[in-house]
């Protein structure tokens, strides 16, 4: 079965800062992994996700994720945080096999950035 | 043009009642999913419909009962309402089931009172 672990539900950085937001899963094989941003009372997102090839996907709003298969992460970094950055991030593994279509999502991680 | 689109965004209603939740894609996608997002955020699927067959119907009480017309229209109906239902409900599609990304929808707040 496929799950995902976001560590860290909050973030906080300043405005220039790096953002690193982390996520690790759990899967039997190889994932197709997503990252979502959810604005306040709005729908999900979708920043990039990796599906095969290249390991360093990038994303809208200038996000890039490295898919890292020896230490099963899929961390989200940006490399000067903006104000309109302020949201809640998820990232998702989409199920293979049994589970197929089901994409799983961790618990979120909300940043805030502060001027 | 919204891609994916939920009516209604707000929904707020008593205990008992039965209530329902549309929701069309323009995508042109074969599969459609209804998202629950709980008090703490966390997302979790319920039901998905690929060309209008059910293919995953998740541990979900059977009060709520989804319905595909066509394969751009994913509706989910909800009989007996109860506190517990107050949630963020998701509508999503892609175009396979497999590998590719969801397209959410804005969300329908449901508050049970």
């Known amino acids: 079965a496929q799950s995902v672990t976001q560590l860290g539900s909050h973030v906080s950085v300043s405005e220039g800062a790096l953002v690193l937001l982390r996520c690790n899963y759990s899967?039997?094989?190889?994932?197709?992994l997503f990252w979502y941003v959810q604005y306040p009372n709005q729908g999900l997102q979708l920043l990039l996700k990796?599906?095969?090839?290249?390991?360093l996907v990038k994303g809208i709003n200038g996000f890039e994720a490295e898919f890292k298969k020896s230490e099963t992460s899929f961390h989200l970094t940006k490399p000067s945080a903006h104000m309109s950055d302020a949201a809640e991030y998820f990232c998702?593994?989409?199920?293979?096999?049994?589970?197929?279509?089901?994409?799983?999502f961790g618990r979120g991680t909300q940043l805030t950035v502060w001027p | 043009d919204t891609a994916v689109s939920q009516t209604p965004k707000y929904l707020v209603t008593q205990m008992g009642n039965d209530k329902s939740i549309k929701c069309e894609q323009n995508?042109?996608?074969?599969?459609m999913y209804w998202y629950k997002q709980d008090s703490k955020k966390f997302l979790k699927i319920m039901f998905s419909?690929?060309?209008?067959?059910?293919?995953i119907n998740e541990t979900v009480p059977n009060r709520f009962s989804p319905k595909s017309p066509d394969k751009a229209h994913l509706n989910l109906h909800i009989n007996s309402l109860e506190l517990g239902d107050s949630a963020v409900y998701f509508c999503?599609?892609?175009?396979?089931?497999?590998?590719?990304?969801?397209?959410f929808g804005q969300g329908t707040r449901l508050t049970v009172v």
């Open positions: 999503a599609s892609s175009l396979t089931y497999s590998n590719t990304e969801a397209f």
């Open positions: 899967s039997s094989v190889p994932p197709y």
């Open positions: 990796y599906t095969t090839g290249a390991t």
């Open positions: 998702a593994v989409k199920g293979r096999g049994s589970t197929l279509g089901r994409l799983y």
């Open positions: 995508l042109g996608h074969d599969t």
């Open positions: 419909y690929n060309n209008k067959e059910l293919i």
